[in-house]
């Protein structure tokens, strides 16, 4: 067992599995052994403005409690007459802000007013921002159940108190906090890192998720998950690596609801009308 530092781009390029790899296993056997055993780039998954703000401004917040050091603004005068990325000026202030990632004003206000939401939510600030004595942020923690080898990567840990991790979403109504939790299978993510602290310091802590809206009114919630829910992602936990051993054991990924013909029903109502929610 083993907690480190490290960057991103090598915690993801560990052999070890991690949370989000499990869930695609639960998923689909196929989409696991194609994305993560064979890395075909047609089953990756695609970037988008969430993954920007996190690549940008997750550590920036984390380790320097700072959004903003996670980027440059580009000044206007520095832009050619269309506002391109091109000339002289722009050049020579390329050079001297390598290293952080560049953006025009526009480009980043969402991200800003994000930020300020953080800010000014007193239990997120008190989470992810305040000084506690012995945190620690962006933490790797490696670990082996029952043979298989295990990893994952910890926003923040505050001793004796709780471990924080920050997303984002698109409504922060606590209904839909609580769809996007099941949907994500995020309860697996809470159990999985619970446990992954727990070989590490050996100490259970709550796990607590800070949501925070990528678009306007740009609220941030401070959520919890009850035992029940917690113990429902400890079992898939386990369940997924025990059929995980065994696929690896048999080497066969393909997925079983492939291998014969299901009779359906018709849907009901209230069926049809979450599917018709859950799509917008």
Not at 95 to 123: D, L, T
Not at 189 to 200: K, L, P, S
Request: contains cysteine; hydrophobic residues 40%.
């Amino acid at each position: 067992m083993m907690v480190m530092r490290m960057a991103e781009h090598c915690y993801h390029s560990l052999p070890q599995v991690s949370w989000a790899q499990l869930v695609d296993f639960l998923d689909s056997p196929q989409l696991y052994y194609k994305r993560h055993v064979l890395n075909d780039p047609a089953w990756r998954v695609k970037p988008n403005d969430v993954a920007d703000f996190r690549n940008s401004c997750h550590e920036a917040i984390l380790v320097h409690k700072d959004a903003t050091k996670g980027y440059c603004i580009i000044p206007n005068k520095v832009l050619s007459a269309s506002g391109a990325r091109a000339g002289k000026a722009w050049k020579e202030w390329e050079a001297q802000n390598r290293g952080v990632a560049h953006f025009k004003s526009y480009e980043v206000a969402p991200w800003n007013a994000m930020w300020r939401s953080i800010q000014e939510c007193g239990p997120a600030n008190d989470l992810l921002l305040a000084e506690h004595p012995g945190s620690l942020e962006e933490r790797t923690i490696l670990w082996d159940c029952n043979g298989v080898g295990l990893r994952c990567r910890i926003d923040r840990v505050i001793p004796g108190r709780a471990i924080v991790d920050l997303k984002t979403c698109a409504n922060a109504d606590l209904n839909a906090i609580g769809r996007e939790i099941e949907t994500r299978k995020l309860f697996i993510q809470a159990a999985f890192c619970q446990q992954g602290w727990q070989e590490a310091a050996d100490e259970k802590l709550d796990f607590i998720f800070v949501f925070v809206e990528k678009y306007a009114p740009f609220r941030t919630v401070c959520v919890t998950i009850d035992a029940a829910w917690l113990e429902v992602g400890m079992e898939k936990f386990h369940t997924g690596l025990q059929r995980l051993q065994a696929c690896f054991n048999a080497d066969d990924f393909s997925d079983p609801i492939c291998k014969t013909v299901h009779k359906l029903a018709q849907p009901t109502a209230a069926n049809l009308k979450s599917e018709l929610v859950e799509e917008k």
